[in-house]
């Protein structure tokens, strides 16, 4: 089984500030990783993805996620924040082996980018 | 979300009654599921489905059914709504590719008054 656990409900940051949003995993078997966000009212969208390869994946809008297998982890960062960053981001892991596999999510985190 | 709607977007109903939401895809995507998203709790994945007529309950399915009678189309009812079902409710769907991640939904906003 696995389970994913986002370490900041909220963060706060101001404009053009870096960010970092916190995401650790734990699995028995390998995973993909996924980075979700969700603009208020509105569904969730793919921000990025690890499958294998590169440790650091860009994604959209400027995010990039660094997976660190020893540490089970798969941050979230941006080096310059805009207010139309703010949003919801949910990690989430993958099985890659066990039978059915489901996308098993984080329970979020609320950015909240001030000028 | 291109090729995945839900309906209705926003519904208020009261204890008691009984309650469809609907998911259409048109992706011919395997896969579907309901989740739900409460405040704290993320996004809680209700039932899913693998195929036509194949379907399976998540973490919190009690009081929540479901049906798919065409690879387009998942439903979700709710049996006799309580007002701790007052939550948002996401369909998503997947080709079944661990790769791949999910395509959601809009939402649709339940309240139970």
């Known amino acids: 089984a696995q389970s994913v656990t986002q370490l900041d409900s909220q963060v706060p940051v101001f404009e053009e500030a870096p960010v970092e949003l916190r995401c650790n995993y734990s699995?028995?078997?390998?995973?993909?990783l996924f980075w979700y966000v969700q603009y208020p009212n509105q569904g969730l969208q793919l921000l990025l993805k690890?499958?294998?390869?590169?440790?650091l994946v860009k994604g959209i809008n400027g995010f990039e996620a660094e997976f660190n297998k020893s540490q089970t982890s798969f941050h979230l960062r941006k080096p310059s924040v805009h207010i139309s960053d703010t949003a919801e981001y949910f990690c989430?892991?993958?099985?890659?082996?066990?039978?059915?596999?489901?996308?098993?999510f984080g329970a979020g985190t609320r950015l909240a980018v001030h000028p | 979300d291109a090729g995945i709607t839900q309906s209705p977007r926003h519904k208020v109903t009261e204890t008691g009654t009984p309650v469809t939401l609907r998911c259409h895809q048109t992706?011919?995507?395997?896969?579907m599921y309901w989740y739900r998203q409460d405040p704290g709790h993320g996004l809680r994945l209700i039932h899913y489905?693998?195929?036509?007529?194949?379907?399976d309950k998540g973490e919190v399915s009690d009081g929540y059914s479901v049906s798919r009678s065409k690879t387009e189309d998942f439903l979700l009812t709710l049996e006799s709504a309580t007002s701790s079902q007052t939550s948002v409710y996401f369909c998503?769907?997947?080709?079944?590719?661990?790769?791949?991640?999910?395509?959601f939904g809009s939402g649709t906003r339940l309240t139970v008054v």
């Open positions: 998503a769907i997947s080709p079944g590719t661990a790769d791949y991640g999910y395509t």
């Open positions: 992706e011919n995507h395997r896969y």
């Open positions: 989430a892991v993958r099985g890659l082996s066990g039978g059915y596999n489901k996308l098993i």
């Open positions: 690890y499958l294998s390869g590169s440790t």
């Open positions: 489905s693998y195929g036509v007529k194949d379907t």
């Open positions: 699995s028995s078997v390998s995973v993909y």
